[in-house]
C-alpha cells in the first residue's frame, strides 16, 4: 500500500520562500514520475510541477524560474520529492497535492495549504 506524507506549507508574504517535501512509502514498482499539483477556490486541480523516472523536470508555465523540484537521491526513486518555492506571489495560494504516478496506478497525498498574502 503506497502512502504519501506531505508538509511544508503554510502561509507567506509575496516575494516570500516555502519548501513542500513529500515522502512516498511503499512499493514503487513500476515508477513514472512524481510531483505537484494545485487546486484553488473554485479552479480545477493543475500540474505545478514533476519529476520523472529518470530525473528530468517539468514546470507549468506559471511557475517556470520561480519554482524547482528535486528529488532525494539518498533515497531510491520517488521516495522523497521537495518543491523549493521562491519569489511567490498571491496567485500561488492553493492547496498543494503530491502525486505519485506508477504505470497503471495513480496516488495523491492529503494536500496542504499554501497562503501568499500580497
Known amino acids: 500500500q503506497v502512502q504519501l506524507v506531505e508538509s511544508g506549507g503554510g502561509l507567506v508574504q509575496a516575494g516570500g520562500s516555502l519548501r513542500l517535501s513529500c515522502a512516498a512509502s511503499?512499493?514503487?514498482?513500476?515508477?513514472?514520475?512524481m510531483g505537484w499539483y494545485r487546486q484553488a477556490p473554485g479552479k480545477q486541480r493543475e500540474l505545478v510541477a514533476e519529476?520523472?523516472?529518470?530525473?528530468?523536470?517539468?514546470?507549468?508555465d506559471s511557475v517556470n524560474g520561480r519554482f524547482t523540484i528535486s528529488r532525494d537521491h539518498a533515497k531510491d526513486p520517488g521516495y522523497l520529492v521537495y518543491l523549493q518555492m521562491n519569489s511567490l506571489k498571491p496567485e500561488d495560494t492553493a492547496v498543494y497535492y503530491c502525486?505519485?504516478?506508477?504505470?497503471?496506478?495513480?496516488?495523491w497525498g492529503q494536500g496542504t495549504q499554501v497562503t501568499v498574502s500580497s
Open positions: 502525486n505519485l504516478l506508477l504505470i497503471g496506478r495513480n496516488y
Open positions: 511503499g512499493s514503487m514498482f513500476r515508477f513514472r514520475s
Open positions: 519529476i520523472t523516472s529518470g530525473g528530468t523536470p517539468n514546470y507549468a
